[in-house]
């Protein structure tokens, strides 16, 4: 702002103001907002199954007759184990179940509201001040 006098002397006298005005700086950082422990346990299940297994004998019956009497007869059962099967359990592991973990980022906008400053310079005049800014008179606020 110059002050022109009409005087035998120049005399200038300058003042000069600093306009601030606020602007947003956004920026981000990671927090860790969960921990996750992975693993795997082992549950154990008592399975009971019935199986039908098979045995051969070989059999031997005598009937004894008593010659002097026809009434009176024994029998006799011989049994001889032949073959038996027998229960052979073995167990193996299988996959039944196919479990993926990973990470997967996710991109989302979040809308951010705040209310900045800014300094406009003013002129209040009083009385009848002729003010000439950029050439042009005014005589009332300049923004």
């Given amino acids: 702002m110059h002050n022109e006098q009409n005087s035998t002397q120049d005399h200038h006298e300058e003042i000069t103001l600093?306009?601030?005005k606020?602007?947003?700086?956004?920026?981000?950082?990671?927090?860790?907002?969960?921990?996750?422990?992975?693993?795997?346990?082992?549950?154990?299940v008592e399975k009971q199954i019935s199986v039908p297994v098979t045995h051969e004998e070989l059999i031997i019956e005598k009937k004894i007759l008593n010659p002097e009497s026809t009434t009176d007869a024994r029998d006799e059962t011989i049994r001889i184990p032949l073959s038996e099967e027998r229960i052979e359990v073995t167990k193996h592991p299988i996959i039944f179940?196919?479990?993926e973990i990973y990470k997967k980022?996710?991109?989302e906008h979040i809308q951010v509201n705040e209310t900045l400053k800014e300094e406009k310079l003013n002129i209040d005049t009083v009385g009848d001040i002729r003010v000439m800014v950029d050439n042009q008179r005014s005589t009332s606020e300049i923004l």
């Avoid at 606020?22 to 154990?44: D, F, M, P, R």
């Fill in 97 to 99: 179940e196919d479990v």
């Fill in 105 to 107: 980022k996710i991109e």
């Fill in 18 to 20: 600093k306009l601030h």
């Fill in 22 to 44: 606020e602007e947003l700086q956004v920026s981000k950082k990671i927090i860790e907002t969960a921990k996750v422990n992975v693993y795997k346990k082992t549950y154990t």
